[in-house]
């Protein structure tokens, strides 16, 4: 069966430190992978899509960018973060997208001192 | 933005009532999901709908679709406590775009 991890679960890095957020996934080959922020109470915003090894689709333009170095890896990096780039970040994998199921990790809480 | 929204925001229901949570969106759709999310947890997949499908049954859950009026309903029949989670639609025309989410609390 698949499954997807995601580390670490909650982290507190002062403003101006580096993120990196990991994320791998199990039991499948070229998933498309992807990234979401959840903001306090609110919904998801995909940040960044993957179909493949080094294939990244950014949605919107941040402080953030993922890398895909392998086909079940997938990791979203900052060199130095913001306060509003705290909250709750998902990695997700499907086959495919239209009329597929899309599987999330647990998630990462980031506060950024 | 794609991201759909959902109606209401926040919904608080007895033990045993039935609870309605709505989306709308805006682009074509192929098909419309709802998921899960339990507080601080990863959202979980509960149903698929295809743009050409009205209504579909899983369980305690109904959901409708009206690509005219480009919304969906979300019904969850004599609702128990444990359903109490923030419920999210997912459209998929060329990337899966999340809704803004209801929280559904039920009270025992």
């Known amino acids: 069966s698949q499954t997807i991890h995601q580390w670490p679960a909650t982290l507190v890095q002062p403003v101006g430190s580096p993120l990196s957020l990991e994320c791998t996934v199990e039991?499948?080959?070229?998933?498309?992978l992807y990234w979401y922020r959840q903001a306090a109470g609110r919904g998801l915003q995909l940040l960044f899509y993957?179909?493949?090894?080094?294939?990244i689709s950014s949605e919107v333009p941040q402080n953030l960018s993922a890398s895909r170095p392998q086909d079940r890896q997938f990791i979203l990096s900052s060199k130095k973060l913001l306060l509003s780039d705290s909250g709750f970040y998902l990695c997700a994998w499907s086959v495919g997208i239209s009329g597929n199921t899309i599987y999330f990790g647990e998630g990462s809480w980031l506060t950024v001192v | 933005s794609q991201q759909g929204e959902e109606d209401p925001q926040a919904l608080s229901i007895q033990e045993g009532e039935n609870a309605t949570m709505n989306c709308s969106y805006k682009t074509s759709i192929n098909n419309l999901q709802w998921y899960r999310q339990n507080s601080g947890r990863g959202l979980v997949h509960l149903i698929l709908?295809?743009?050409?499908?009205r209504e579909k049954h899983s369980g305690r859950l109904r959901v409708t679709l009206d690509t005219s009026k480009k919304s969906s309903s979300l019904l969850i029949t004599a609702s128990r406590a444990a359903d109490t989670a923030s419920y999210f639609c997912a459209t998929d025309s060329n990337q899966f775009y999340f809704g803004t989410g209801t929280s559904l609390t039920v009270i025992p």
């Open positions: 039991g499948t080959s070229n998933p498309n």
């Open positions: 993957s179909v493949g090894i080094g294939q």
């Open positions: 709908i295809r743009s050409n499908e």
